[in-house]
């Protein structure tokens, strides 16, 4: 499956234009944003259509997607730590880009079944399996775990996952959109953020090695 990424930079590229044009009447960004991002969902998602996937990997990807969404449930007293984005990563770097991205959408939306829907639910699908995509990339061509680069990716994505949902809620809440207030939106998650982050690494350093060796048993079905 090949991840049409630069669907990515096509959207916020346009944002950035949009907004530097002025253009009028003023557009709802939040709406206008969110609207993307489920069409470039939709894209992705749409791609799996074009390759026959069995059911046993449609069990193993529904699988770790719903204990990344219950992970992420039972964590959810403790703000930002969770261990779902390492699920997710460990998912996408043992059996690939389109794995990662599956469990990773698919767990935030299951998981918000239970902790509410809403405008956020596409950002944070996106989000999520952009870590796992990434995560497969780091994998990609690997017979072994690159321990420490993988940890280190852990807790860029802690921050990389709060940078998306930061832009969602500059766009979706703020006024006027300018660099000032993304900064004040920015700063005031770092301390959320910075709890992803080292979640992340924690969760890598305790869990990666052992998680590792039972996904790999499981790849041959990939």
């Excluded at 059911?55 to 969404?69: D, E, G, R």
């Excluded at 959810?76 to 770097?93: D, E, H, K, L, N």
């Excluded at 420490?148 to 809440?173: D, K, P, Q, R, S």
């Excluded at 005031?188 to 790999?216: E, R």
């Amino acid at each position: 499956m090949k991840f049409n990424l630069k669907l990515l930079a096509i959207f916020f590229i346009t944002t950035i234009l949009l907004y530097v044009v002025n253009i009028t009447p003023p557009i709802n960004w939040g709406l206008s944003s969110s609207i993307i991002v489920v069409a470039i969902l939709i894209i992705f998602l749409g791609e799996l259509n074009k390759k026959k996937l069995s059911i046993n990997y449609l069990v193993m990807v529904a699988t770790m997607s719903a204990f990344a969404a219950i992970g992420r449930i039972l964590f959810v007293g403790i703000a930002s730590f969770q261990p779902m984005s390492f699920i997710v990563m460990i998912t996408g770097y043992t059996w690939g880009k389109r794995s990662g991205f599956l469990v990773g959408a698919v767990g935030a939306f299951i998981s918000n079944l239970y902790l509410g829907q809403g405008p956020w639910t596409s950002w944070q699908m996106l989000g999520w399996g952009l870590c796992g995509i990434l995560a497969g990339f780091l994998g990609e061509r690997q017979n072994s775990l690159r321990y420490i680069y993988f940890i280190a990716l852990a807790g860029f994505c802690g921050i990389f996952y709060g940078l998306i949902i930061n832009v969602w809620h500059w766009l979706a809440f703020t006024y006027p959109l300018n660099t000032a207030t993304f900064i004040a939106v920015f700063t005031s998650s770092l301390p959320f953020d910075i709890m992803h982050l080292t979640g992340n690494i924690l969760f890598a350093i305790i869990l990666a090695k052992p998680f590792y060796n039972i996904l790999s048993k499981y790849k041959k079905y990939i």
